[in-house]
């Protein structure tokens, strides 16, 4: 499992967080962006190495990285009230998308430097940072972009419920099974809702078949991915038969990196380009 966990991981820190700033539509965050890979590469190398100083210290490189990140995030909170109430929702996805790559690179670094982090052991650290780098950074960020692209109640819906999700998991992990079962519960419903509202709407209204397909798989891996989330959150809170963490990570944790991440990403990306050139053409 340490070997897929490590392959999920570099695909966050090396792919996922660079091309979702590109898409976040913030201009304060392209220096960010070209400055990431100083970051995200020593942190990529953290993985494979022995637990011990070097590895610690490269995760340390990724963990300043990520708090830089997080920082831009401040500006952003301070005006967060003077948005209109239609925009806020997407603005608090984005702020959350910039804060939990931070989560994730605590954990790493306690969990190269093989230490326990307010209780929890280096098992669990090491499944934290990719479930914050997809579950955190990559579900807020596409939760806000929907939003922002359908601006309907249910993209708001969607938008405000992803990080409220992912901020009911992080304090279940303090509280309790069942805390954490409420956070997938919400978080679940506005992942489902993403995942229906791209298929209908975003899915709907485009032409080119690659992006549509993309849109498709990120779709339905959602849909199915979540069920897992829930069926192991529920078994957690209750104690009935539910999949082990080696089997979430391979199902649950791959999909939602490949099947829906990845693919969202690209696809997305792909909208951008286009509406680019669009607007060059214009």
Known sequence: MSVLVGLTVMLGMLVVVPVGLRLAGAPELDRMRRWWPLFAVPGAVALWLPRGGPATALAACYALGAALLALHALPRLLLLRSLPTSRAPAEIALLTA?????IAAAALVAERAGHPLLGFGPGILALTVPHFHF???????????VCRTTDSRAGRFAALSVPLGTLLVLIGYFIGDRAELAGAVVLTAGMWTVALLTWRSIRGRNRDRITRAL???????L????????????????????????????????????????????????????TDHEGRTA
């Open 223 to 274: 849909a199915v991915t979540m069920v897992l989330a829930l069926s192991w959150a529920l078994g957690e809170a209750t104690g009935l038969p539910h999949p082990t963490l080696t089997w979430m990570a391979a199902t649950h944790g791959v999909g939602n990196a490949l099947g829906f991440a990845l693919c969202s990403l690209l696809a997305w990306r792909r909208l951008q380009n286009r």
């Open 98 to 102: 910039l804060v939990t790559p931070s």
């Open 135 to 145: 579950a955190g950074f990559a579900a807020a960020l596409v939760s806000g972009l």
């Open 215 to 221: 849109l498709a798989v990120s779709s339905a891996v």
